[in-house]
Structure formats: structure tokens, C-alpha cells
């Protein structure tokens, strides 16, 4: 069965950073791409970023880059958002998902239950 289960968000303050952790399991992690998606309140799906299976290719949202890295260790089935520079506009649920190949294509076909981003002074 697979498992992604989120954690590591919380409330921040405006300039802060949290480190988001996504364990996976009931998958080969190492075989797939990741992604991390995001749903503000009273807000649709955004995506925020993705990583490929290897860890050598990444992409970011125009509105988290250069504030927000992924990244991914294999070998603990743990994916990561470092996220910096925290504004009131990045309050959210933060989703990992599974993305269905070694690049991400978009829409994963697993996703975690999600963790609560809170950015506020």
C-alpha cells in the first residue's frame, strides 16, 4: 500500500523557514518523480515544485523560486521542501505527491493527507 505522510509544517513568522518531510513507503521511491503541491484557504491546487526520480532535475513555481528548495533522499524514502523567506501568501495545506514516472508529468497518482503551513506574525 502506498504511504506518504507529511510533516514538519507549523506557524511562522513572516521571513521565517520550515523544512517539510514526506516519508514514503509501499513504493520503489527511488524508481519516481515527486512533487509538492500546496492549497491556500478558500484557494485551488497550486503546484510548488517537483523533483525527478534521480534527484538531478528540479522545478519550482514562479512564485516560491529562489525561497523554496526540494530535494530527496533515497536511500530514508524521504522527500523535502526547504522553505525561506516565508510570506504571509505561502498559508497553506502542503501536499507531497507520487508522480506516475521518473520525471514529473504532473498529476500524481498518490498523494499524502497533507501539512499545515501557517505564516503570521
Known amino acids: 500500500e502506498v504511504q506518504l505522510v507529511e510533516s514538519g509544517g507549523g506557524l511562522v513568522q513572516p521571513g521565517g523557514s520550515l523544512r517539510l518531510s514526506c516519508a514514503a513507503s509501499g513504493f520503489t521511491f527511488s524508481s519516481y518523480a515527486m512533487s509538492w503541491v500546496r492549497q491556500a484557504p478558500g484557494k485551488g491546487l497550486e503546484w510548488v515544485s517537483a523533483?525527478?526520480?534521480?534527484?538531478?532535475?528540479?522545478g519550482y513555481a514562479d512564485s516560491v523560486k529562489g525561497r523554496f528548495t526540494i530535494s530527496r533522499d533515497n536511500a530514508k524514502n524521504t522527500l523535502y521542501l526547504q522553505m525561506n523567506s516565508l510570506k504571509p501568501d505561502d498559508t497553506a495545506v502542503y501536499y507531497c505527491?507520487?508522480?506516475?514516472?521518473?520525471?514529473?508529468?504532473?498529476?500524481?497518482?498518490?498523494w499524502g493527507q497533507g501539512t499545515q503551513v501557517t505564516v503570521s506574525s
Open positions: 505527491a507520487k508522480g506516475m514516472g521518473g520525471s514529473w508529468s504532473g498529476g500524481g497518482d498518490y
Open positions: 523533483i525527478n526520480n534521480a534527484g538531478g532535475s528540479t
